[in-house]
């Protein structure tokens, strides 16, 4: 089975802080994405990755970056966080083709 | 371009039978994934179409209508478990799906 790990379920930091969240996947996957997700609205895209060090933009990419070191892990950097980043945060893979997407468990981060 | 039409919600009985319509308008196409998300919870897949035709999973099955940009999900004996919400996701070949806020399906006793 595809496994999708994220480095916290739950998260509190301060306006200001720069933020990690960190996804490791151990299926090869090509694809790896970033999401958001606020009450009452669907998945947002925040950016995903075809590739090792190759990284686009989604929907919403402003106050977000990205870093792809390594085939199974995907990292998603607030470089100075502020009350409304607050959200849930999901991280999912996939392989080409097919585009099943496996999502990791999710973190709920909160901002001060 | 794309464009996903599913009812905002729907309640059921626990026991019964519910059917979930989806119709999509896409510029490529793959195939068409149902996705199961409970609240505060990451989506999990329930099933895949490729091909016109219905294909069952225990108590769920999907059906897909390509010609028509259609597909449903289907629910039997229904159970409590079951509230969460239901997303259609179009496979338009490229990496990315889009997925909408779905169908929030409340299951009562």
């Known amino acids: 089975d595809v496994k999708v790990t994220q480095s916290s379920r739950y998260l509190v930091k301060r306006t200001g802080e720069k933020v990690f969240l960190e996804c490791v996947q151990d299926?090869?996957?090509?694809?790896m994405f970033w999401y958001r997700q606020d009450p009452g609205l669907g998945l947002r895209l925040i950016y995903f990755?075809?590739?090792?060090?190759?990284?686009e933009k989604g929907d919403i990419p402003e106050g977000y970056s990205v870093s792809r070191e390594k085939k199974e892990r995907f990292s998603l950097i607030l470089e100075s966080a502020s009350t409304n980043q607050t959200s849930m945060y999901l991280c999912?893979?996939?392989?080409?083709?097919?585009?099943?997407?496996?999502f990791g468990p999710g973190t709920r981060l909160t901002v001060l | 371009g794309q464009n996903i039409d599913q009812p905002t919600e729907m309640t059921a009985t626990e026991g019964a039978i519910v059917q979930i319509n989806c119709t999509y308008q896409?510029?490529?196409?793959?195939?068409l994934f149902w996705y199961q998300q409970h609240a505060g919870e990451a989506p999990t897949f329930l099933s895949y179409?490729?091909?016109?035709g219905l294909e069952e999973k225990g108590r769920f099955s999907s059906f897909l209508s390509r010609s028509k940009g259609y597909s449903y999900l289907l629910l039997k004996e229904l159970q409590m478990k079951d509230s969460a919400s239901y997303l259609c996701?179009?496979?338009?070949?490229?990496?990315?799906?889009?997925f909408g806020t779905g169908t929030r399906l409340l299951v009562s006793p």
């Open positions: 999912a893979s996939s392989l080409g083709g097919r585009n099943e997407q496996f």
């Open positions: 299926m090869d996957h090509e694809n």
């Open positions: 990755s075809y590739d090792v060090k190759m990284k």
């Open positions: 896409t510029s490529g196409f793959n195939g």
């Open positions: 179409n490729v091909l016109d």
């Open positions: 996701v179009p496979n338009t070949g490229f990496q990315k799906l889009v």
